[in-house]
């Protein structure tokens, strides 16, 4: 019966132990620590969120070391590095990522992003065309339509970056910024009717949108 009750607390304390151990010793989350910073950065904490970032960043870099071809860690990379403005590395990496796999439409999304910040505007809507072509209902399709609508406005296209728009739009609805795009462009294409309706709307999902508000004036 002693050896009973000593050994109840014994293996309590063996379990504790474990469990500080497991903690002490838990691989780092590159992943988790990006979604983290997207969060602390959608509240305006920004500072905090490049924090996180930039610890995702090392994590990726140090798993690479490990394993050169693993294409989740350049994702997880390239993803943190848009996030601080790293456009040049993005796409350093980037490229590097389509090496082991030219088909990673991750790593294509993001690069099609950092060409555009980086003014590449061809490369940029090469990569965008190309996830858009081959992952119809892709996590970053939005995404991906808007720029392309944002190249074409930047180009004067004015019709074809309003295709674009509308099909950002219908996959998501509730950016006001990019129906205000889509009410330019038609507003510059000579649509003031759906120029207005565009306008309306981004005012519907923002009512304090001063633009948009000079927009529904300009075409009513």
């Known amino acids: ?42 509240v305006g904490r920004t500072q905090e969120a490049d924090q996180l970032y930039n610890q995702s960043i090392e994590i990726c870099k140090q798993e690479l070391v490990a394993n050169p071809r693993n294409l989740d860690s350049y994702t997880v990379m390239v993803w943190s590095l848009l996030r601080i403005d790293e456009y040049a590395q993005v796409v350093s990496y980037g490229q590097e990522a389509l090496k082991i796999n030219a088909n990673d439409y991750r790593i294509i999304e993001a690069l099609g992003e950092a060409y555009f910040y980086l003014n590449n505007f061809s490369e940029s809507l090469r990569m965008m065309e190309k996830y858009i072509d081959s992952m119809p209902t892709g996590e970053r399709i939005s995404i991906a339509y808007f720029f392309v609508g944002e190249i074409y406005r930047n180009q004067k296209k004015y019709n074809k970056a309003d295709i674009a728009y509308t099909a950002a739009t219908y996959h ?16 510059q294409a000579g649509d003031k009717a759906g120029a207005n309706a565009a306008y309306q709307q981004a005012l519907r999902l923002n009512p304090s949108y001063r633009e948009a508000q000079q927009g529904v004036s300009r075409t009513s």
């Open 172 to 187: 998501e609805k509730n950016l006001p910024l990019w129906w205000f795009r889509m009410g330019q462009v038609r507003e």
């Open 1 to 42: 019966m002693k050896t009973a009750k000593f050994a109840l607390p014994i293996l309590i304390l063996l379990s504790l132990t474990a469990g500080i151990f497991a903690q002490t010793t838990e691989k780092p989350d590159a992943l988790l620590l990006y979604r983290r910073g997207r969060d602390l950065e959608a």
